[in-house]
């Protein structure tokens, strides 16, 4: 039998859950092993020859480490490519570079704004620190620009690179979940005609369902 990859860090990491989901669709079995960052464990030596930047995921698949969660994905779904969801990277140069251009937004233009404001709005408050006020009023109003942009596209397609789910969709999902369910400006998603329905359609998932339990207390 196989030996499970090995996913180190907590599931409430959004890039954690970001592996997860993604192990979960493509049904590869996994080890998620617990690194306490409090204690600095994601400093020790050990740790940083899986995750040369000391962040999480650290990642291992039969003695090999790759890090960064997106690039992770990317191997997931070629390394399993013939397993679970079998769409999930596309299955030809075309599909790929539709998801490959999602991908990008969603690195480039969601993730800087949308992680600022869960850092902001959804985990200082747990962590006692102070908001800033003018990062939250400057990524709100950077967000809804990119949201826009995907209100046009998903109001003439289901998903973000098509009629099917993918990676594109999946690798959105850790910070809108804290935005829409731990945050006050979750209808920046849920308001919007089209993003909304995306975005009901893709949290629903069995894979999401099951990384959002491993994220309780």
């Known amino acids: 039998m196989a030996t499970p990859v090995k996913v180190y860090g907590p599931p409430i990491s959004t890039c954690v859950s970001r592996v997860l989901a993604c192990l979960l669709e493509k049904e590869v ?18 740790y940083l020859k899986i995750q040369p930047f000391g962040q999480v995921p650290g990642f291992e698949d039969d003695g090999f480490t790759v890090f960064e969660s997106r690039s992770i994905c990317r191997y997931i779904c070629d390394k399993y490519a013939k397993q679970g969801n079998k769409g999930l990277y596309g299955d030809n140069p075309l599909a790929k570079a539709s998801i490959d251009q999602w991908l990008e937004a969603e690195g480039q233009s969601f993730s800087p704004p949308s992680s600022v404001l869960v850092f902001q709005l959804a985990f200082a408050p747990r962590m006692k620190l102070k908001q800033d006020q003018v990062a939250i009023r400057q990524n709100e109003e950077k967000l809804k620009k990119v949201l826009d942009v995907y209100e046009e596209r998903l109001s003439e397609s289901r998903f973000l690179a098509g009629d099917e789910f993918t990676l594109a969709d999946l690798s959105h999902l850790p910070n809108t979940h804290y935005l829409v369910n731990a945050t006050d400006i979750g209808e920046l998603f849920t308001e919007r005609e089209y993003v909304g329905r995306w975005w009901a359609e893709i949290s629903s998932r069995e894979s999401w369902k099951k990384v959002v339990e491993m994220q309780k207390p």
Request: no cysteine; proline share 17%; hydrophobic share 35%.
């Open 29 to 46: 079995p996994y080890q998620l092993i617990p690194v306490n960052m409090a204690k600095g464990e994601h400093k020790k030596p050990a």
